[in-house]
């Protein structure tokens, strides 16, 4: 067996324990592998042992995995900074960004999306700690930008995402998880999707209701 099928197995479990834990169905979260920094070989590893959603951080070595993998059936995910001016292969090549912050980025990637494909699935993501220079929107603008970004005719508004700050106090990940899901409570369209838990902290957060988890070092090792 190798370390990446071991490492998915394990994942699986936690995944199901945390399932058990909260009183939810293990098929109501999804894994979603993030491939940042790791080669094709080893995404093509994970592949064999039946993953299909990986999520990229960075356009060009998102694209290169896409190409070199070459198969229709895998679901590619962007989570990372988005600059405007590549918003285009973004929306050209990927089935979901987590990473909307803006309006003008969603009326871009709408423009963008080739008709022929499915609309793009789109999250909002929030910066719920308020900190200062951190990526996504502040929680008090979430509401208004879901009602901009909802209308746009080639994307689908899922949810929300977030990247709270790292701590292994479990009550602490728990409560900024919980804002998230509050958020999203207040917001008056429908959103099915918490995308929120990494390899750390991926238990409080199905605990506060994520339906998707973005795991990279529990799954592939540390980036160095
Ligand atoms: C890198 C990254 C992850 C994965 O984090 P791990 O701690 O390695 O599981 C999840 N989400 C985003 C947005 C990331 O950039």
């Not at 803006?102 to 080739?114: T, W, Y």
Request: hydrophobic share 40%; aromatic share 4%.
């Amino acid at each position: 067996m190798t370390t990446i099928s071991r490492n998915l197995q394990d994942i699986h479990q936690r995944i199901h324990n945390a399932c058990a834990g909260a009183g939810r169905e293990p098929s109501s979260v999804a894994l979603l592998a993030v491939s940042k920094s790791w080669p094709v070989e080893s995404l093509a590893e994970a592949v064999l042992c039946g993953q299909r959603v990986f999520g990229e951080s960075y356009v060009q070595e998102g694209l290169a995995k896409i190409d070199a993998l070459g198969d229709n059936s895998l679901e590619w995910h962007f989570i990372g900074p988005i600059q405007s001016n590549k918003t285009r292969p973004i929306a050209e090549h990927f089935a979901w960004v987590h990473s909307v912050d803006r309006f003008k980025i969603a009326e871009r990637l709408s423009v963008q999306r080739p008709p022929h494909l499915p609309p793009l699935q789109i999250c909002l993501q929030i910066n719920v700690d308020g900190e200062r220079n951190k990526a996504g929107c502040l929680p008090e603008e979430a509401a208004s930008l879901c009602q901009a970004i909802a209308p746009l005719p080639h994307l689908t508004l899922r949810g929300l995402m977030a990247i709270p700050e790292q701590t292994t106090d479990v009550m602490r990940q728990r409560q900024q998880f919980a804002r998230l899901r509050e958020l999203r409570d207040t917001i008056d369209i429908s959103l099915d999707t918490l995308s929120m838990g990494m390899s750390h902290d991926l238990e409080a957060a199905i605990l506060e209701g994520a339906t998707i988890v973005r795991i990279g070092t529990a799954l592939f090792g540390s980036r160095t």
